[in-house]
C-alpha cells in the first residue's frame, strides 16, 4: 500500500504570476485503506515568485510515519530486473538529458553551491555525486570553492573520465547501499542526476544519502522525462509529472527526519518569439523573412526541450 500524499500544485498561468491550487494528489499506487480520493481544496490565490518552487512537502502531507515504507516490491519491480552490473558494463560517453535541461542544472547547481559558500563564511563545499557518469555538471566557474567531489557510479571508464570527481568509487547502490566509505557528516551537498527512477531500494539510498550530509546540507535529486524503460522501477513509469515529484518527496519523507522537502522547476524560463516582421518588410527584405523563421523555429526548439525537476532534501 501506498501514501496519500497532499501536494500543494502551482499552475503557472503568466509571465509573473502563479496561480496555485492546493489539492489531494496521489502516488501511483494504491492509497492506504485502498481508496482513492481526489479532493479540490477550496483556497486559490495568485502571487509573484521569486523561486520557481512547484511544492513543498511536511510530515502532514504523508499518511505514514517516517520510518515505516508503504511501497510493496511490485511498485519497485522492473521490465528487466538482471544484474544491473551487466547493463552497465560497457561506457556510455553521452548525455542524457538535453543542453538546455544540462545548462539549466548547473545554473541550479551554481546557486546552491553559492549558498554553501555563504553559510560556512567562505568555506569549500564538499559534494557526492551519486549515480555518477563521466560528467557531472557541476559549473566549471566554481571549481575554486570546491573541497571534496567524490562519485559513486556503476561503469569504471566513465568515472575515471569525470574530470570533476577528486575520487571516485565503482559500486552497484541496487545491491550495496551502504556509503560506509565515506563518515557520517562528510558532504555538504550529495547530488543524484536522472538516477532515483532506477533504484530499487530507495529507503536505503536516502538514509545513507541524510547520513553522509552535514547539518544544513541539501540532497538533489534531478529527473526530467527520459529513462531506460526497462531498469526504471514499474511506479515511476506508470507517473506523471506530479506523480514523480511526489513519489521522490515520500522517498525523502519515509527515510529520515528531513527538515525541508521542495519539489522545483529548474528549467530555464521560456524565451520569447521575436515579433514577425511585416509582410510589407518581408516583401521589400526576403532576408528578415528568412531570419524571422529561422530564430522562431530555434526558440521553439529551446523551448520545447526536456523539462528539469529537482526534489531538494535539508538536512
Known amino acids: 500500500m501506498s501514501s496519500k500524499l497532499l501536494v500543494k500544485a502551482i ?3 503568466s509571465f509573473s504570476s502563479y496561480l496555485i491550487t492546493e489539492l489531494n494528489a496521489f502516488s501511483p499506487c494504491r492509497s492506504v485503506g485502498g481508496s482513492m480520493k481526489n479532493d479540490l481544496m477550496s483556497r ?21 510515519p517516517t520510518g515505516e515504507w508503504p511501497y510493496t516490491d511490485g511498485d519497485l519491480n522492473r521490465l528487466d530486473n538482471s544484474n544491473d552490473s551487466d547493463f552497465y558494463d560497457s561506457p556510455r560517453f553521452v548525455t542524457h538529458i538535453d543542453d538546455n535541461a544540462i545548462e539549466s542544472l548547473t545554473e541550479f547547481y551554481r ?17 557526492l555525486d551519486l549515480c555518477s557518469s563521466w560528467i557531472s555538471h557541476l559549473p566549471q566557474d566554481r571549481s575554486d570553492t570546491y573541497g571534496m567531489v567524490a562519485g559513486v557510479g556503476m561503469n569504471e571508464e566513465e568515472l575515471a573520465a569525470n574530470k570533476q570527481l577528486f575520487v571516485h568509487y565503482r559500486q552497484d547502490i541496487n545491491v550495496n547501499p551502504s556509503l560506509s566509505q565515506f563518515a557520517d557528516e562528510s558532504f555538504d551537498l550529495v547530488c543524484n542526476v536522472v538516477s532515483v527512477d532506477y533504484l530499487t531500494n530507495p ?25 531506460f524503460a ?36 529548474i528549467k530555464r524560463p521560456p524565451v520569447d518569439v521575436p515579433k514577425r516582421p511585416s509582410f510589407q518588410d ?34
Open 11 to 13: 499552475v503557472y498561468v
Open 203 to 227: 529507503k536505503e539510498v536516502f538514509e545513507e544519502t541524510y547520513r553522509v550530509l552535514r547539518p544544513g546540507g541539501a540532497a538533489l535529486i534531478s529527473f526530467s522525462n527520459r529513462c
Open 111 to 127: 546557486q546552491e553551491i553559492d549558498e554553501v559558500v555563504k553559510r560556512k563564511n567562505g568555506g569549500k563545499v564538499d559534494i
Open 44 to 64: 486559490t490565490i495568485y502571487r509573484r515568485l521569486a523561486a520557481r518552487e512547484i511544492c513543498s512537502f511536511d510530515e502532514s502531507d504523508f499518511a505514514l
Open 282 to 315: 518581408m516583401f521589400s527584405n526576403p532576408s528578415k523573412g528568412f531570419a524571422w523563421a529561422s530564430t522562431a523555429a530555434a526558440v521553439a526548439k529551446t523551448n520545447s526541450g526536456d523539462p528539469m525537476f529537482v526534489v531538494k532534501g535539508v538536512k
Open 230 to 265: 526497462s531498469k526504471a522501477v514499474a511506479m515511476w513509469l506508470q507517473a506523471d509529472d506530479i506523480g514523480r515529484l511526489t513519489i521522490v518527496g515520500s522517498y525523502y519523507h519515509y527515510s529520515a527526519k528531513w527538515s525541508q522537502i521542495q519539489a522545483l522547476d
